[in-house]
């Protein structure tokens, strides 16, 4: 899990393109406007829940209504859509998203919209 946790920003680029953005050095002091719609939240958080379901099953998850390290089974191994995942969950995988605005600043970058996308 921690490995997960660790790893988890560097396909952050292939989730702000799927959105239609990217990331850029710092430039421009009116970029802090900057939100994402709600869809685009959802699609970020969808593909980085996804990927993590991928990498459990890679490694031989199954899910299980119990969590148990030692069996490998995990209650969140489900589709993003599925009834059992519930709200309060992908609320985490949500939030992630709405503060990578902040540790990219942080880290001096910024986030870039297309152009053919409105900010």
Not at 63 to 73: G, I, L, T
Not at 105 to 117: C, D, E, T
């Amino acid at each position: 899990m921690k490995e997960w946790n660790r790893n988890q920003p560097d396909d952050i680029g292939i989730k702000l393109n799927a959105v239609g953005c990217d990331i850029v050095p710092w430039s421009d002091y009116g970029v802090d406007r900057f939100t994402f719609r709600p869809t685009e939240i959802e699609h970020m958080a969808q593909i980085g829940y996804e990927r993590w379901c991928w990498q459990r099953i890679e490694q031989d998850w199954e899910y299980a209504p119990m969590w148990e390290d030692q069996n490998k089974s995990h209650p969140f191994l489900l589709n993003w859509e599925d009834l059992r995942f519930i709200e309060t969950d992908k609320v985490k995988d949500r939030n992630t998203f709405r503060q990578i605005l902040k540790y990219l600043a942080l880290a001096g970058f910024q986030i870039y919209r297309g152009s053919s996308q409105d900010s």
